[in-house]
C-alpha cells in the first residue's frame, strides 16, 4: 500500500473541503396568485387605492446539505370602493450550503438568501400587478437584517416572560 504524503497540494485539497461553501442551486415561482376581483368597474373608480404589503420568510431543509428558503409577498390595493387587486406570491431558492457553522444558518438563511431572491420577486411581482392591468408595483428594498434583528428579539422577549420559542414569526412588512 502506498503511504499518504503530506504535501503541500494534499493539505490544500483538504483545506479546500473543510472551507464553507454556499451555492444557488435553483430558484423558483412556488406559487402565484394574482386577483382582479373587481373588474370591469375598477376601471372607473377615481380614487388611488392604498397599499397593505406584507412579506414572511420561510427555511426548509431539503437534505443534509440543502435548504429551501421562501420569500412570500403579500399585496392588497384597496379603496372605499372596494378591493382593486390581491397579489399573493410565494417565490423560492434552492441553497446548497456545506461546512456552515450552525450559529452562521440562521443569518444566511434568513438574511442573505432572501436578499439575493427578492430583485427577482420584485419583478414577478410588478409584471402580475402589471398584467391585472394596474401601473406596476415597485416594492422598495427590504432590510432583512433589521427584520431578522426584530425576530430575534420578539423571540427572546417572549422566552424571557416564559413563552414559547416563536417558529414563524412575520417580520413587519413595508408598505
Same mark, same amino acid.
Given at each position: 500500500?502506498?503511504?499518504?504524503?503530506?504535501?503541500?497540494?494534499?493539505?490544500?485539497?483538504?483545506?479546500?473541503?473543510?472551507?464553507?461553501?454556499?451555492?444557488?442551486?435553483? /430558484?423558483?415561482?412556488?406559487?402565484?396568485?394574482?386577483?382582479?376581483?373587481?373588474?370591469? /368597474?375598477?376601471?372607473?373608480?377615481?380614487?388611488?387605492?392604498?397599499?397593505?404589503?406584507?412579506?414572511?420568510?420561510?427555511?426548509?431543509?431539503?437534505?443534509?446539505?440543502?435548504?429551501?428558503?421562501?420569500?412570500?409577498?403579500?399585496?392588497?390595493?384597496?379603496?372605499? /370602493? $372596494?378591493?382593486?387587486?390581491?397579489?399573493?406570491?410565494?417565490?423560492?431558492?434552492?441553497?446548497?450550503?456545506?461546512?456552515?457553522?450552525?450559529?452562521?444558518?440562521?443569518?444566511?438563511?434568513?438574511?442573505?438568501?432572501?436578499?439575493?431572491?427578492?430583485?427577482?420577486?420584485? /419583478?414577478?411581482?410588478?409584471?402580475?400587478?402589471?398584467?391585472? $392591468?394596474?401601473?406596476?408595483?415597485?416594492?422598495?428594498?427590504?432590510?432583512?437584517?433589521?427584520?431578522?434583528?426584530?425576530?430575534?428579539?420578539? $423571540?427572546?422577549?417572549?422566552?424571557?416572560?416564559?413563552?414559547?420559542?416563536?417558529?414563524?414569526?412575520?417580520?413587519?412588512?413595508?408598505?
Amino acid at each position: 500500500m502506498a503511504e499518504q504524503e503530506d504535501t503541500p497540494e494534499s493539505a490544500l485539497n483538504s483545506d479546500q473541503d473543510a472551507a464553507p461553501q454556499v451555492s444557488a442551486i435553483a /430558484q423558483y415561482i412556488k406559487d402565484l396568485s394574482a386577483e382582479n376581483p373587481s373588474a370591469p /368597474q375598477v376601471f372607473q373608480w377615481q380614487a388611488a387605492p392604498q397599499l397593505d404589503v406584507q412579506f414572511n420568510i420561510n427555511v426548509n431543509r431539503v437534505s443534509e446539505e440543502v435548504h429551501e428558503v421562501v420569500l412570500r409577498i403579500e399585496i392588497k390595493a384597496a379603496s372605499e /370602493q $372596494g378591493a382593486h387587486f390581491l397579489v399573493d406570491l410565494s417565490y423560492a431558492g434552492l441553497f446548497g450550503l456545506r461546512n456552515i457553522p450552525d450559529d452562521a444558518l440562521p443569518p444566511f438563511l434568513l438574511v442573505e438568501a432572501p436578499r439575493l431572491l427578492f430583485p427577482f420577486a420584485r /419583478q414577478v411581482v410588478a409584471e402580475a400587478v402589471t398584467n391585472l $392591468g394596474f401601473p406596476p408595483v415597485l416594492l422598495d428594498p427590504i432590510d432583512f437584517g433589521t427584520a431578522y434583528m426584530a425576530q430575534l428579539e420578539v $423571540g427572546n422577549n417572549a422566552l424571557a416572560d416564559g413563552g414559547q420559542p416563536l417558529a414563524d414569526v412575520e417580520p413587519p412588512g413595508n408598505a
